[in-house]
């Protein structure tokens, strides 16, 4: 049976990585996948990982499996970091959340659970978006749609389209946000777009799924979460697909979550109850380790701040290579103007670099970006590559 398989189709982003590893040049550069680097072109063990993680190893007693939904203190965390200790989501228990291998994992849950209990429910998805959210959808049987979000010739945010398409989502529909750190644009709302963004879904009868995989990235831990804020309004009802990998380098460890928030604690578990059917036919149990070093990290309060400043590390890292990368390319003399991509937030930027530029800067100068919209991995810039990375670029937009 096996013979008769044509050649699986490339992962659009994945597939980059293989072309850079094959690649013999010393100097490649790959911006593709993302993944955190430090300044030295390193994917690093947080501290407070490494000191969790030693704390897991000496007082584990067990291998046994964990329930469906994970572990209770780890969903506690889960809670308290997205909605905060005093929420009323979490003060009334509207929320209930399941442990998940990933943020991925956790939105194909959420794409299981849509499909068996709504089962007439399209998921909207931004233009441009992630690019395995449709697939992940599709394999769960959920049909997609796309909403305007991004101005290609403003490189920003193009609200008036954004809010227009959301008002014509049917209701009992879903839509998927980005939380925060858009990917691939790396362009968010503001504050008040997103308390527009709020009233209209709440006005629509639409459920927002937010898309939560690089908290503190952006703004800060706090300051991320003010589009999720927004849209938890009193009796409101939502997804949140939550993902470690970023913000506490879990990559290897593929700990996230799905949390259920409903118009009351009832209907938070019977929601639950479904979304742990889902997680039955699936993978049945999630791994343990990195649900542990997570818990601990976030319940010890000097963990939980050595976290915060790692966190802050990463961002700050971040937003000096988007301003490095705009001199850079002034300096080059490049006279199209970058500057949007300093004002850009998270790991990602889309470019607006064409295909055929992206197509160049490998064949010529083994830098590796992704096709669409030019989407670069700021997180792997680094100083040692910096001066080359902008030399390429400039030489593919003459």
């Keep these: 049976m096996f013979e008769t398989l044509g050649p699986a189709p490339v992962d659009p982003i994945l597939g980059i990585t293989e072309a850079y590893n094959q690649d013999p040049n010393p100097d490649k550069i790959n911006l593709s996948v993302g993944v955190y680097k430090d300044a030295n072109g390193h994917t690093p063990i947080f501290r407070s990982v490494k000191k969790a993680e030693s704390r897991v190893l000496a007082e584990a007693d067990s291998k046994s499996y964990l329930g469906m939904d994970g572990d209770a203190d780890y969903q506690k965390a889960v809670q308290v970091l997205l909605f905060g200790t005093n929420h009323e989501i979490v003060s009334a228990q509207r929320a209930a959340t399941a442990q998940t291998p990933g943020g991925t994992g956790a939105l194909r849950v959420a794409g299981d659970f849509i499909h068996q209990q709504f089962p007439q429910a399209t998921v909207w998805l931004s233009d441009p978006t992630w690019a395995n959210h449709a697939k992940v959808f599709a394999s769960a049987e959920v049909p997609v749609k796309t909403y305007s979000y991004f101005d290609a010739e403003a490189n920003g945010l193009d609200f008036e389209a954004l809010l227009e398409a959301l008002q014509q989502i049917p209701d009992g529909d879903v839509v998927l946000l980005h939380g925060c750190c858009h990917n691939p644009t790396g362009v968010d709302p503001t504050p008040e777009q997103w308390e527009q963004i709020s009233a209209v879904v709440g006005q629509k009868g639409v459920l927002p799924l937010v898309d939560f995989a690089y908290q503190g990235l952006g703004d800060g831990l706090s300051e991320d979460g003010r589009g999720l804020m927004a849209l938890c309004q009193p009796g409101c009802e939502l997804l949140v697909a939550s993902s470690f990998s970023k913000n506490f380098g879990l990559y290897q460890e593929r700990i996230g979550a799905l949390t259920v928030v409903a118009g009351s604690q009832d209907a938070a578990r019977t929601a639950m109850g479904h979304v742990k059917m889902s997680i ?12 542990s070093i997570v818990k601990t990290i976030l319940n010890d309060p000097d963990l939980r701040a050595d976290w915060d400043a790692e966190v802050k590390e990463m961002r700050d890292r971040i937003n000096s290579m988007r301003k ?21 937030k998270g790991m990602f930027s889309y470019s607006g670099l064409t295909p055929e530029q ?22 792997g810039m680094t100083e040692q590559n910096m001066d080359r990375l902008c030399e390429a670029i400039a030489d593919v937009l003459k």
Aim: glycine residues 10%; hydrophobic residues 35%; charged residues 25%.
């Design 358 to 379: 992206v197509d160049a800067l490998r064949e010529k100068h083994s830098v590796y970006v992704v096709k669409n919209g030019g989407r670069i991995n700021v997180a």
């Design 280 to 291: 039955r036919t699936n993978y049945s149990n999630p791994p343990a380790h990195g649900s």
């Design 324 to 344: 490095l990368f705009v001199d850079g390319l002034e300096r080059k003399g490049v006279r199209r103007d970058f500057s949007f991509v300093a004002r850009q």
